[in-house]
């Protein structure tokens, strides 16, 4: 079975930081793009950031500066570091996968296999 699980999400500080984890199992993660998506409630779920199969990552221009993508094929991870949250960064974030040759990803393709997502509050 195709799984992706998350981890390291919680309640932190605006300000703080938070590393979130993305675990493959039953597949590797070597030829695939990960994407991470968040979604708050009331509103539609927003792609974040991705990496390619390659490394190479793209962001949204809202989270530009503040948020890093990195996979680390050997563990079949790949994290989300997140710095100087805000409170509208409260959400449940996703990371997903999808297969592919193309050098560069993209967070408006379809993605495929997905995580049951994990939650991230920002509050004092």
């Known amino acids: 079975q195709l799984q992706l699980v998350e981890s390291g999400g919680g309640l932190v500080q605006p300000g703080g930081s938070l590393r979130l984890s993305c675990a493959a199992s039953?597949?590797?993660?070597?030829?695939?793009?990960i994407g991470w998506f968040r979604q708050a409630p009331g509103k539609e779920r927003e792609g974040l950031s991705c990496i390619s199969r390659g490394g190479r990552t793209n962001y949204a221009d809202s989270v530009k500066g503040r948020l890093f993508i990195s996979r680390d094929n050997a563990k079949n991870t790949v994290y989300l570091q997140m710095n100087s949250l805000k409170p509208e960064d409260t959400a449940i974030y996703y990371c997903a996968a999808v297969r592919s040759v193309q050098a560069v990803c993209i967070m408006t393709r379809r993605y495929d296999i997905w995580g049951q997502g994990t939650q991230v509050t920002v509050s004092s």
């Open positions: 039953g597949f590797t993660l070597d030829y695939y793009h």
